[in-house]
Structures are given as C-alpha cells and as structure tokens.
C-alpha cells in the first residue's frame, strides 16, 4: 500500500523526480551565465551585458537563450512543486477523512 503512494512510478516520486531533474538543469544553466559574467564586478546585470557585448567576448543570443532557459526551468520546478503539494494535501485529507 505505501509503495503505491510513495514508491517508484508513483505520481509522488516523478513528481520529485522532475523537481530534481528540473533544479538539476537550473543550477547548471546558472553557472554557465556565471562563469560568462564571473568576472565582471558590477551588480547591475544590464551593464555587465552590455560591457561583455562591447567587448566581443560574449554571444548574446546564447546568453538570451540561457536567460530564457532559466525562466522556462523555473516555471516548470514551480509547476512540479505545486503539483507535488497538492498530491501530499490529498493524501493527508485521504487520511484524516
């Protein structure tokens, strides 16, 4: 019985697994535009941008791309958390009612 709510192939446990597939890819696709802006010693992002561009050393398509991977990867962890906690609530009603 507990299997089949928490073990493999569980809506719980791909749920979980997509939060740590998904978290997986932001953290790496954070660290790419990190090292592309690691050495820059501006907070604001909009000018360490544009000093990259200027300087040749930065695509910017790819970093756009990578900016909206972020965005795309986050929408889907929030998603997947949602998803997971609205699983956990009907489980504790199930055992409560």
Do not use: C, P, W
Request: proline content about 0%; glycine content about 8%; cysteine-free.
């Amino acid at each position: 019985m507990i299997r089949s709510l928490f073990g493999n192939g569980s809506v719980t446990s791909m749920l979980r697994g997509g939060l740590e597939e998904t978290s997986a890819t932001h953290r790496a696709i954070a660290q790419r535009v990190a090292n592309v802006l690691g050495t820059s010693t501006s907070t604001d992002f909009a000018s360490a941008l544009q000093a990259r561009t200027a300087q040749g050393k930065l695509d910017a398509a790819d970093l756009e791309r990578d900016m909206a991977s972020l965005a795309d990867t986050q929408l889907r962890y929030e998603a997947d958390a949602k998803l997971l906690q609205a699983a956990y609530q009907r489980l504790r009603t199930a055992m409560r009612g």
